[in-house]
């Protein structure tokens, strides 16, 4: 739902923003969003099974599957005590820098995600134009999530050249921002689109499977 949640916020708030309300378009758009999250509950409490044991979208035999699968993951991972030895491990394994490096350096646009709506407006647009504007950068991370999800699914082996692929966009984006002139309105705005889609690069490497797997 990276993405669409944006394009669908934002075209609500242009809708509402612009019509004849009797309360303020803030106030209405709290009003839908409030009554949306609770409607969500209230569907999630009637249909979510309280266990595996009721789950009424699963068969007999994936039931017991999950059952199982749960009672191994309590077995394995539940402790009350602090292991400092794993500890020690994690701080001593190279992947966990680079993994923390990797997460530093993507996350580093995540500001211009914040606001990048105020370099929109900067160019002369309507606060409600803005809104508008901004929409294409959720389906430019929507696009980026769908392809760090498929391509390796359907090109074994891929993982680390899609990981590289989505990683450029928002290193893309990024540079753009630097080197194009403030005269170039439209060009800065469209970096603006690439450079906040920094989730992509993280959904693929938090994704990462073991080196076994033909997802590498």
């Known amino acids: 739902m990276f993405g669409i949640s944006q394009i669908v916020g934002g075209t609500m708030m242009y809708g509402i923003g612009n019509g004849n309300l009797a309360l303020a378009s803030w106030r209405v758009l709290f009003l ?10 209230i569907l999630f409490v009637s249909f979510m099974p309280r266990s595996t044991t009721t789950a009424w979208f699963l068969t007999e035999r994936e039931r017991a599957i999950a059952t199982e699968r ?56 309507t606060p409600f134009r803005t809104m508008l504007v901004g929409l294409p950068s959720g389906g430019v ?35 753009l921002l630097l080197l194009l002139p403030a005269s170039n309105s439209w060009g800065i705005v469209v970096a603006t689109w690439f450079a906040g889609s920094t989730a992509p690069p993280l959904s693929v490497a938090v994704g990462r499977k073991c080196p076994c797997t033909n997802c590498m």
């Open 32 to 41: 839908i969003c409030g009554g949306l999250t609770v409607a969500c509950g």
């Open 70 to 125: 749960l009672a191994v993951d309590r077995a394995t991972r539940d402790r009350s005590s602090f292991d400092t030895t794993q500890l020690k491990e994690a701080f001593i394994d190279p992947r966990t820098w680079l993994y923390a490096l990797m997460a530093l350096c993507i996350t580093l646009p995540t500001p211009i995600v914040k606001f990048s709506s105020l370099v929109i407006k900067g160019f002369g647009f």
């Open 141 to 175: 991370s929507f696009v980026l999530v769908w392809i760090g999800a498929l391509g390796p699914t359907y090109f074994p082996n891929s993982r680390w050249l899609v990981g590289i692929f989505v990683a450029l966009m928002p290193l893309m984006g990024t540079l």
